[in-house]
């Protein structure tokens, strides 16, 4: 049961959030750095992973929420909102398997994890949440860090390679399913919800994995330790959102590519240039800047889960 005083007025249980975003950290990270391996290093194809994934979040949905009755995978199939979470979902998280092994975990990670910023504009028309000057700093920050990190200089645009566009537009769809997935935690169980997710997720996978040589017994045991971290990771997100605003749960989403990009240079020796490590820091003030303003300011205006 969570501690009363770490149950805001409005309703949300900042204790809890707190600790399945913690989870949901250690998560991710795991299973980004996984990703990035299985593609640079032993040539499996992202797809591989984006289907193993789904597949064994199908598995732990099914063992966690199906003896309790809180999964429907008719709903989670057939439910407005929830095929759009799944849909969005699939692609948002295809965009991000497609370019770890190209673009690096770091980089990848730090282009993807703007959604915080855009999720938190998405959130002031469709939510309430209110917008402040802080976080219009930020967005603009986070544009700047962009265009540094991805090396587009004037007159260059033609720079910004497609690995880099697939990135950018995944982080937008990744605004877009934050958003969804909130007002989903009003009537929708997380398993559910996780379950979309993993339906249509797998079925965007297939077809390209059969066009790709099958993975090794290794491989296999890899895929699978990633689709499990990446389960903890969803579940973890999901689950914090249900009891934290979109700005606050952002705030900790943060750190994601902190300990990513440190994963990425430690393991694969992966390196930025003094101007990518300057958008990169822009990229990190400007979600900070989003997210500290949205749990000053916002946080009381979100709708409870």
């Known amino acids: 049961m969570s501690n009363p005083a770490s149950v805001d007025p409005d309703g949300y249980d900042f204790r809890r959030g707190s600790s399945w975003m913690l989870i949901s950290l250690v998560g991710f990270t795991a299973m980004a750095l996984l990703v990035k391996h299985l593609g640079s290093t032993r040539g499996v194809s992202p797809w591989w992973a984006l289907f193993f994934r789904a597949s064994i979040g199908m598995i732990v949905v099914a063992v966690i929420y199906g003896p309790g ?37 770091g980089k990848a990670t730090l282009i993807g994890n703007t959604w915080s910023i855009w999720a938190a504009l998405m959130a002031v028309p469709l939510l309430g949440e209110v917008l402040t000057m802080r976080k219009i700093i930020g967005l603009l920050l986070a544009i700047a860090g962009i265009a540094l990190i991805t090396e587009i200089e004037k007159g260059h645009a033609a720079h910004l390679g497609m690995h880099e566009m697939i990135a950018i537009g995944g982080a937008l769809v990744a605004a877009c399913v934050v958003v969804v997935i909130r ?19 797998g079925l965007l996978a297939l077809p390209f994995c059969v066009m790709h040589p099958w993975p090794g017994l290794t491989d296999v045991a890899l895929l699978t330790f990633a689709a499990l971290a990446a389960s903890c990771g969803q579940l973890g997100m999901t689950e914090g959102f249900r009891y934290l605003p979109v700005s606050v749960g952002g705030a ?12 990425g240079c ?40």
């Not at 007002?183 to 997720?201: H, N, P, V």
């Not at 390196?271 to 009381?300: E, Y």
């Open 252 to 263: 900790f989403q943060m750190l994601l590519p902190l300990l990513i990009t440190a994963g």
């Open 69 to 105: 009755g809180k999964v429907s995978f008719k709903r989670a199939a057939t439910g407005r909102l929830l095929v759009s979470r799944g849909v969005l979902g699939a692609i948002g998280t295809a965009a991000y398997y497609t370019t770890l092994p190209v673009l690096g975990a």
């Open 266 to 305: 430690l393991l694969f020796a992966e390196t930025f240039t003094l101007m990518q490590s300057l958008g990169a820091a822009l990229i990190l003030a400007g979600c900070h800047g989003v997210v500290a303003s949205g749990k000053a300011k916002g946080a009381g205006n979100a709708p409870k889960g």
């Open 183 to 201: 007002q989903l935690t009003r009537t929708e169980t997380s398993g559910t919800i996780f379950a979309s997710q993993c339906l249509y997720a």
